[in-house]
């Protein structure tokens, strides 16, 4: 498989109709070289630390008020 030319994070506040859309744009994203991240995090990762040094080139921020008002998101934000 190649290897997705983009690498784009997902932000956004954790709900099932968000990631059923996050994989449907996923889905939609990848047959044009890009790779949407949701939630890449790996068993036993420090989600704070991991949340700073996400490797991407892009970012999808779903807004909403429990997005804008997570930590989470604002620290996602940031790293952008």
Same mark, same amino acid.
């Given at each position: 498989?190649? +290897?997705a030319d @983009?690498?784009? !994070? ?9 990631? &059923?859309?996050?994989? $449907?744009?996923?889905d939609?994203?990848? +047959?044009?070289? @890009?790779?949407? !991240? ?9 989600? &704070?630390?991991?949340? $700073?040094?996400?490797?991407f ?15 989470p998101c ?5 790293t952008?």
């Open positions: 498989m190649k +290897e @983009i690498k784009c !994070l997902l932000t956004h506040k954790c709900s099932l109709p968000v990631h &059923q859309l996050g994989q $449907r744009l996923r939609a994203l990848r +047959e044009h070289g @890009i790779q949407l !991240l949701i939630d890449p995090f790996r068993v036993g990762d420090d989600v &704070q630390t991991r949340m $700073r040094t996400f490797d080139d892009a970012l999808v921020f779903f807004s909403s008020p429990e997005s804008i008002a997570s930590q604002q620290l996602e934000l940031r952008a």
